[in-house]
């Protein structure tokens, strides 16, 4: 019964900040990887970041310097903090582990004035 559910995204200005959550449950969360991803309408699913067992963090180059991805493994819970969004943010947000083969719901994450 792994799973993984994401929340906090929204409607906000370009030029705001939002952080997604992504609760995990069902598997030794410390243990692995966490990385989120994004799709956006018409496009393919892109790789954002990800954060090591360790907590070592590799960003897209496209978000590089404007997110950050934590981890608090006492709350087996991973996070995405959005800065300076622009519109071409703009997607469902997804976070994913190889310990689990399917993915989630998401959480909508819209920039428009």
């Known amino acids: 019964q792994a799973q993984l559910v994401e929340s906090g995204g929204g409607l906000v200005q370009p030029g705001g900040s939002l952080r997604l959550s992504c609760a995990a449950s069902g598997f030794t969360f410390s243990d692995y990887a966490m990385n989120w991803y994004r799709q956006a309408p018409g496009k393919e699913r892109e790789w954002v970041a990800t954060?090591?067992?360790?907590?070592?963090?590799t960003y897209a180059d496209s978000v590089k310097g404007r997110f950050t991805i934590s981890r608090d493994n006492a709350k087996n819970t991973v996070y995405l903090q959005m800065n300076s969004l622009k519109p071409d943010d703009t997607a469902v947000y997804y976070c994913?582990?190889?310990?689990?083969?399917?993915w989630g719901q998401g959480t909508q994450v819209t920039v428009s004035s």
């Open positions: 954060i090591t067992a360790g907590g070592t963090t």
């Open positions: 994913k582990t190889l310990r689990i083969r399917s």
